[in-house]
């Protein structure tokens, strides 16, 4: 076993191992995307980039020396690379090959620094090895995953300080111990079933998901890859295992499984159309609503490009929206009416690096709405454009709001000016403050929630005569019940009032010719009607009947006389 021996090397800016069996690093340093322009995820995906950075002439210098480097020997090279980013740096690298004990491998160990430029990449003597084994060492004692070791026996056999660090023990807690003692009993039979399996099965890789405890009770998710080391006569002699703590990356996940199936319900359950298409116009993704406006399942769409399944929709602005999404990498929103499924959409789209994201959201009943509201206001507006009755509105600080056109005209044949929208009423019509406070008045009444009606004189806009209009206040509400206006009415009851002024002076008439007929003309009437009852009806001869016919003519004269009086009356109202 390799002691473990920690050791600091501030000179190193990057350091990295390389277990030349395996054909793979088992650590690169922080320090490579400032020593090296690439990063750590480049340099694992392919693990000759390094070799690409160094140039022809160097190159071809130093790799003869380090395939020939010795075990436990050490080497140190100066060599120029050029960076993804077209910097040229002289590299100084420090390589040593030591073995470990564990697995029998040889480990290629290298620090590299960015030094001065130097004339020659030809290298340094060979140094002793006792660092590199207590680099090693060390390097496998600083790495965050966790590094143990298991004898046949399931006893443990070495513990990195990770491990020990994570869970709070110490070494001698574990050390010759079953590894069961570091498991929950619950999930014994996982770790028990993996050693088994590593056993019978020597260097394949064993998968491991389990909760471990700490010190403290405290429960970790870990996850861990186990492999059984055979010794020279390919017996397995122990159990080596890399592991992680994933308590907070199963967390992580479970929220984000936990917020996708949320997203999901929610895109299932919103009335939008909603889709994604990848960059190759395939679609991804529907919801329910996408199925039922476009009367297709989700199954003849996922996985088919747009414009086979829609070929309607080439041409449309639908196609050139998705293209300015995709190829401007710009959100897009309009609204159009497709005339195939007789429908208004207000479409939203939205682009990323895989494709666009569409909302599509179904306003045919909106559209349709506010064509009727706009026709119901044409026609409204023509029906109060179309009466002489004076119609206008004014919100709290008396400004116009509304105004019919009989309105306008009647305030401009008053004035000379025609009233605008938003001016304060009467203002600058060469008003008297008198008039413009009688009216704020009314204004005043109505907007403290009070309907009313008054009768005010005015100017006819046509003949320029006097006309009498009444007017009506009305309190205008919003929709919270507060008064935000006052609405008018004004109607011209000039002829109204010329007639009912006729019929009070007809009436007047009357009411004499009444008084005429029952005094004046009663009298005479009764003294006529008392001398023909004392007439001598048997005796026409008779002397006394010549003078009540005298006196019937004196009462016929005077019956005359009330009778033209009363006609003078009738027709004359004198």
């Not at 992580?252 to 190759?280: G, P």
């Not at 709405?369 to 109060?384: P, V």
């Not at 304060?424 to 008003?431: E, H």
Request: glycine residues 4%.
């Amino acid at each position: 076993m390799l002691s473990h021996t920690a050791i600091t090397i501030d000179s190193i800016d990057c350091v990295l191992a390389y277990d030349i069996h395996e054909q793979k690093y088992l650590f690169i340093g922080q320090g490579i995307d400032t020593v090296l322009g690439i990063t750590a995820r480049e340099l694992h995906q392919d693990n000759d980039l390094w070799d690409k950075l160094i140039d022809k002439e160097s190159f071809a210098c130093i790799r003869p020396l380090i395939n020939n480097l010795a075990e436990n020997s050490s080497i140190e090279l100066n060599y120029h690379i050029t960076t993804p980013q077209q910097i040229t740096k002289n590299i100084t690298d420090k390589k040593s090959i030591v073995i470990d004990e564990a697995t029998g491998h040889k480990i290629l160990l290298s620090n590299i620094r960015e030094t001065p430029v130097k004339s020659s990449c030809i290298t340094a003597p060979p140094t002793d090895t006792g660092l590199s084994h207590q680099f090693l060492n060390s390097l496998i004692d600083s790495q965050t995953s966790f590094l143990i070791r298991i004898d046949i026996s399931g006893n443990y056999t070495f513990i990195n300080r990770q491990y020990l660090k994570t869970f709070g023990y110490k070494a001698r807690d574990l050390l010759g111990k079953h590894f069961s003692i570091s498991t929950i009993p619950e999930e014994a039979y996982l770790c028990e079933n993996a050693f088994i399996e590593c056993l019978n099965n020597p260097g394949k890789v064993v998968s491991l998901l389990h909760k471990k405890p700490d010190i403290h009770g405290n429960l970790h998710d870990t996850e861990w890859e186990l492999v059984s080391i055979v010794n020279q006569s390919g017996e397995v002699c122990e159990i080596q295992g890399i592991g992680h703590d994933v308590t907070e990356k199963i967390k992580i996940e479970a929220e984000i499984k936990d917020t996708a199936q949320k997203l999901d319900t929610f895109i299932e359950s919103i009335t939008d159309s909603f889709f994604i298409i990848d960059n190759e116009w395939k679609f991804v993704r529907v919801n329910a609503a996408f199925e039922k406006i476009w009367g297709k399942p989700r199954a003849e769409l996922l996985g088919n490009v747009i414009w086979d399944v829609f070929p309607q929709l080439i041409g449309s602005p639908f196609e050139t929206a998705y293209h300015d999404a995709r190829d401007k990498q710009e959100s897009v929103k309009f609204m159009v009416f497709l005339a195939s499924l007789n429908k208004w959409f207000r479409t939203a789209v939205y682009p990323s690096a895989e494709g666009i994201t569409v909302f599509a959201k179904n306003v045919t009943y909106e559209m349709r709405a506010q064509e009727e509201a706009l026709w119901t206001k044409n026609n409204l507006e023509a029906l109060i454009n179309n009466t002489n009755d004076k119609i206008w509105s004014v919100d709290r600080d008396s400004r116009y709001v509304y105004m019919n056109n009989a309105y306008i005209a009647q305030i401009k044949a008053m004035t000379g000016i025609a009233p605008e929208k938003g001016e304060f009423s009467y203002a600058k019509m060469g008003y008297t403050q008198e008039i413009i406070d009688e009216w704020a008045s009314y204004y005043e009444r109505a907007l403290k929630g009070e309907n009313y009606t008054i009768v005010v004189e005015s100017v006819d806009e046509k003949a320029k005569n006097p006309a009498f209009y009444e007017v009506n206040f009305n309190p205008i509400y919003a929709f919270n019940g507060e008064i935000k206006g006052v609405g008018c009415f004004a109607h011209n009851i000039t002829a109204r009032l010329k007639t009912e002024q006729e019929l009070l002076s007809q009436n007047k008439r009357m009411r004499n010719i009444a008084s005429l007929s029952s005094h004046e003309l009663r009298r005479p009437v009764a003294s006529m009607l008392g001398l023909i009852n004392i007439m001598d009806r048997e005796n026409p001869n008779n002397p006394e009947n010549k003078q009540i016919i005298d006196y019937l003519q004196i009462v016929s004269t005077e019956i005359d006389d009330v009778i033209r009086l009363i006609v003078d009356h009738t027709f004359t109202g004198k």
